[in-house]
């Protein structure tokens, strides 16, 4: 990565940068800070507070891809005794390696260890995957249920809740569809203020809170702006 440029940062203009992800009721800020040339300090190595970040970040990517892909099955796979993490995982990829050629759907999947400490997967997916699951998982137990789109963002908090645990069996932290990134189209606005009139601007009675929970960098700050944009026709 280049050096950059110290005076370019110092003359750039106070900005706030929004990327407003497609279908999924979601905005994220992001606004450069602007100092006067001194040095910021370097942040002490936290392990804890590094898994806490990553599993904020990990949170919100995971909320991003299920609102934006609409999945409507909750599917939780159990195995029927107790199963090595890599057991798990290439029981994972066997399954879903025979529904590539024939399925196309969305999945996101999150291991994780019951108080029993017996492994198991929690899938939000398609209907389609979700009836390829319940036909084809030999390895346990499958539990099924409908979600609603109003419940998504509760059950991606649920499938989340171990995000920040150093201990959780699997390292990463869920595992997606490929193709199933959010896309986002990105504006430029003067101010923090002038980002949320832009969001609130998107229809005038789209707009359901504003509630903002800056964090604080070395590089900026940053939040997400949840919004539920309304078509036309509805």
């Not at 300090?41 to 990990?58: G, I, K, M, V, Y």
């Not at 199933?180 to 101010?191: N, T």
Request: aromatic share 10%; hydrophobic share 35%; net charge positive.
């Amino acid at each position: 990565m280049g050096r950059l440029d110290r005076a370019t940062l110092l003359n750039r203009r106070y900005m706030a940068t929004v990327r407003f992800y497609a279908d999924s009721g979601m905005a994220y800020i992001n606004v450069p800070r602007v100092g006067r040339g001194s040095p910021v300090p370097a942040t002490p190595h936290d392990e804890l507070s590094n898994q806490r970040s990553a599993a904020r970040r990990n949170r919100r990517n995971l909320i991003l891809r299920v609102r934006s892909n609409r999945p409507t099955h909750f599917v939780t796979l159990t195995f029927a005794t107790p199963t090595e993490a890599l057991d798990a995982s290439n029981a994972w990829i066997q399954i879903t390696a025979k529904w590539r050629k024939h399925l196309k759907g969305f999945y996101v999947r999150v291991a994780e260890y019951s108080e029993e400490k017996n492994l198991h997967f929690h899938v939000l997916c398609s209907a389609s995957i979700s009836d390829y699951l319940k036909t084809n998982w030999c390895h346990g137990f499958v539990a099924i249920r409908r979600v609603p789109f109003e419940d998504l963002d509760r059950i991606c908090g649920y499938m989340a809740k171990d995000f920040d645990n150093p201990d959780r069996p699997i390292r990463r932290r869920f595992v997606a569809s490929k193709g199933s990134k959010p896309s986002f189209k990105e504006m430029h606005f003067d101010s923090m203020d002038d980002a949320l009139e832009g969001v609130a601007d998107l229809s005038p009675v789209s707009l359901v809170a504003l509630d903002v929970d800056i964090c604080k960098t070395s590089f900026g700050s940053y939040g997400d702006v949840r919004w539920n944009p309304v078509f036309d026709g509805q």
